[in-house]
């Protein structure tokens, strides 16, 4: 089983609209921690969001924020106000505390944003 | 610079042949990672240094692909005898926060190959 999975390929967006992507996990792992990557086209993957499987409250870093739905292994991120800079490749991965040195990332989702 | 680098940016070869790719982390950074990304899909991951101790090589494909870090710092990815299928982009990443979940990866712009 996929341990990260994205089911949106694509998605567009009107600037200065909100959009969420879409990522659910699969872990036994009482403990993880859950990331957000942004990779735009010049290929550089950027950190923007962690969550921790702990964490009581959602995780937020300026226009981003995670919607962490602990039950249902959910961890979208909602990005507000989109801005043009936003499009780019957003891949959600997973570290588990019993697999040490993994990193596990799903297959990505392609953002547009519409002017 | 202060960030990651790595080099080169493209690489085109002949299958077969033997390929080189380095990684320079961010100083001080004691943790290295290597990916691979396939055209449309998302980072498996190769191999993973952390100061002295031994690699884990868990991630890597096959006995063609190895990798070094000297002096804790640069690293250099090799893959032997190069087939099709390794062309891909191959990122590195440096880490803080070792040892907790909450260990933010630096990545690199990555090295585009290309095995003809």
């Known amino acids: 089983a996929q341990k990260i999975t994205q089911t949106q390929p694509g998605m567009f967006v009107q600037e200065k609209e909100a959009v969420t992507l879409d990522c659910t996990y699969d872990?036994?792992?009482?403990?993880?921690?859950l990331f957000w990557y942004k990779q735009p086209s010049s290929g550089e993957m950027i950190f923007l969001i962690y969550q921790g499987s702990y964490d009581e409250q959602n995780a937020t870093e300026g226009r981003y924020s995670l919607n962490f739905q602990k039950a249902r292994k959910s961890a979208n991120l909602v990005i507000s106000a989109s801005q043009l800079g936003d499009s780019a490749m957003y891949f959600c991965a997973m570290r588990e505390v019993n697999t040490g040195n993994q990193f596990y990332f799903g297959t990505g989702t392609s953002l547009t944003v519409i002017p | 610079g202060a960030g990651v680098s790595q080099s080169p940016s493209n690489k085109v070869t002949e299958k077969g042949k033997d390929v080189e790719l380095r990684c320079d982390p961010i100083?001080?950074?004691?943790?290295l990672y290597w990916y691979r990304q396939s055209l449309g899909q998302g980072l498996e991951f190769l191999i993973y240094f952390q100061g002295n101790s031994a690699p884990d090589k868990s991630g890597l494909p096959s006995d063609r692909f190895s990798a070094e870090r000297t002096g804790g710092s640069v690293s250099t990815l090799t893959i032997q005898r190069t087939q099709q299928e390794d062309s891909a982009v191959y990122l590195c990443?440096?880490?803080?926060?070792?040892?907790?979940?909450?260990?933010?990866?630096?990545f690199g712009p990555g090295t585009r190959l290309l095995v003809l």
């Open positions: 872990t036994s792992d009482q403990s993880y921690g």
């Open positions: 100083s001080g950074h004691t943790a």
């Open positions: 990443a440096s880490s803080t926060r070792v040892g907790t979940l909450r260990e933010t990866q630096y």
